[in-house]
Antibody, heavy 119, light 110 residues
Framework: ELQLVQSGAEVKKPGESLKISCKGS????????IGWVRQMPGKGLEWMGI????????RYSPSFQGQVTISADKSISTAYLQWSSLKASDTAMYYC????????????WGKGTTVTVSS | QSALTQPPSVSGSPGQSVTISCTGT?????????VSWYQQPPGTAPKLMIY???NRPSGVPDRFSGSKSGNTASLTISGLQAEDEADYYC??????????FGTGTTVTVL
């Protein structure tokens, strides 16, 4: 079955680091891009960035450049989104989704990972 | 990068048609046929409804259609059904090689 399975909910304190994951199955992981999307509580969708697991080519939206790191391990068909020092404003739902192109649409979505940052 | 502009809400009775606009600029919607639309019912992940302005993925009812004129893209839902109640977001590729979502529109079936 074609799917993206995301890691479970996280509760962290400000200043802590975090890495969440997105595992693809049912398709050739290295031939599709994986994008990350943020949705803050009660708010809309925001593009964060996208990675091509085949060669780790990565693009970031300006708002997220330097704030997060997107990576992938093609040997285990998994993409990652990580923070080195979380802030309360990082509290949100984070979705990964597949795209056939770097400029493209997101055709398969994970169920999302809730990240809560609170002291 | 400013979000694309959508109306906060639209509503219609069952069987009616509603249209959601998505206004960008000549640097995004106006320059590329890379506009997509997503449906997000409450508490669920978004779902692709339209890609590349007017193409429907397999499984999406043909009641959903997309178009574009200049800097504005549109999603039309014909024959509105109760199950269509959700938030809808447009998205476009931009001349900065980035992407932008719309502000989102809540569709209510009266």
């Amino acid at each position: 079955e074609l799917q993206l399975v995301q890691s479970g909910a996280e509760v962290k304190k400000p200043g802590e680091s975090l890495k969440i994951s997105c595992k693809g199955s049912g398709y050739t992981f290295t031939t599709y891009w994986i994008g990350w999307v943020r949705q803050m509580p009660g708010k809309g969708l925001e593009w964060m960035g996208i990675i091509y697991p085949g060669d780790s080519d990565t693009r970031y939206s300006p708002s997220f450049q330097g704030q997060v790191t997107i990576s992938a391990d093609k040997s285990i068909s998994t993409a990652y989104l990580q923070w080195s020092s979380l802030k309360a404003s990082d509290t949100a739902m984070y979705y990964c989704a597949r795209s056939p192109y770097s400029y493209g649409y997101l055709d398969v979505w994970g169920k999302g990972t809730t990240v809560t940052v609170s002291s | 990068q400013s979000a694309l502009t959508q109306p906060p809400s639209v509503s219609g009775s069952p069987g009616q048609s509603v249209t959601i606009s998505c206004t960008g600029t000549s640097s995004d919607v106006g320059s590329y046929n890379r506009v997509s639309w997503y449906q997000q019912p409450p508490g669920t992940a978004p779902k692709l409804m339209i890609y590349e302005v007017s193409n429907r993925p397999s499984g999406v009812p043909d009641r959903f259609s997309g178009s574009k004129s200049g800097n504005t893209a549109s999603l039309t839902i014909s024959g509105l059904q109760a199950e269509d109640e959700a938030d809808y977001y447009c998205s476009s590729y931009t001349s900065s090689s980035t992407w932008v979502f719309g502000t989102g529109t809540t569709v209510t079936v009266l």
